[in-house]
């Protein structure tokens, strides 16, 4: 089975600008969550796709966004770019059915989509 | 909140000796326990899980990982170290109960294996 595909691997905007990144989750996986990696941070959630609906959200402002298409691949959209927003981007799949204790599954990741804002 | 902590930014250790890489965890219900790899220029790589049963879990490339739930640690080891195992070490959390999917990870702690 293939893994979870990433693109474009690198970025360069500019501050003010926007950009869209995409991810396809590995083969009947259904459950996609991103997460950004920055050296002073460290790896942070952003949010979590299921079923096209956004099933979980971490701590991040409004300009970060993300939309699940029907065949499960997900689109993460970063609006007005800050220089802080310079990350590896990083997508994550699982079949994750379920959100509760009896999802036992594994999150698999993308190789990431490195962003730098200059 | 969930939370983890690797202690040591980062380990050093010979070739052919034995590695730990230390993490604690802190959760409200039942934690779901996981470690990746990270190579340079590369996503996580999923190492091992524990979820519940054996407080052993045995892992890819000869990794383990120890469950103990009186001290919340979950430390990962190996018992025979290769130069190509130096890499970034992830510990990750779940709170199955509170926190849905997401995984709260530690820091990293980069491990230097030398010849």
């Known amino acids: 089975k293939a893994g979870v595909t990433q693109t474009p691997r690198y970025l360069i905007k500019t501050r003010g600008q926007q950009v869209t990144l995409s991810c396809s989750p590995i083969?009947?996986?259904?459950?996609v969550s991103w997460y950004q990696q920055t050296p002073g941070q460290g790896l942070q959630f952003l949010f979590e796709?299921?079923?096209?609906?956004?099933?979980n959200k971490g701590n991040f402002p409004g300009r970060f966004s993300g939309r699940q298409f029907s065949n499960s691949r997900s689109e993460m959209n970063v609006s007005t770019l800050e220089l802080g927003d310079s990350a590896l981007y990083l997508c994550?799949?699982?079949?994750?059915?379920?959100?509760?204790?009896?999802?036992?599954?594994?999150?698999?990741f993308g190789p990431g989509t490195r962003l730098t804002v200059l | 909140a969930q939370s983890v902590a690797q202690p040591e930014d980062q380990v050093n250790v010979a070739e052919g000796n034995p590695l730990t890489v230390k993490c604690t965890y802190s959760?409200?219900?039942?934690?779901?326990l996981f470690w990746y790899v990270q190579y340079p220029n590369r996503g996580l790589q999923f190492l091992l899980k524990?979820?519940?049963?054996?407080?052993l879990v045995k892992g890819s490339y000869g990794f383990e990982a120890e469950f103990n739930k009186s001290q919340t640690s979950f430390h990962l080891k190996k018992p025979s170290a290769l130069v190509s195992d130096s890499a970034l070490y992830f510990c990750?959390?779940?709170?199955?109960?509170?926190?849905?999917?997401?995984?709260?990870f530690g820091g990293g702690t980069r491990l230097m294996v030398k010849p």
């Open positions: 959760v409200s219900g039942n934690p779901y």
């Open positions: 524990y979820i519940t049963g054996d407080n």
């Open positions: 083969s009947g996986h259904r459950s």
């Open positions: 796709y299921f079923s096209e609906t956004q099933r």
């Open positions: 990750a959390v779940r709170d199955v109960i509170n926190a849905g999917n997401m995984l709260t």
């Open positions: 994550a799949s699982s079949l994750a059915g379920t959100s509760g204790s009896t999802n036992t599954d594994t999150q698999y």
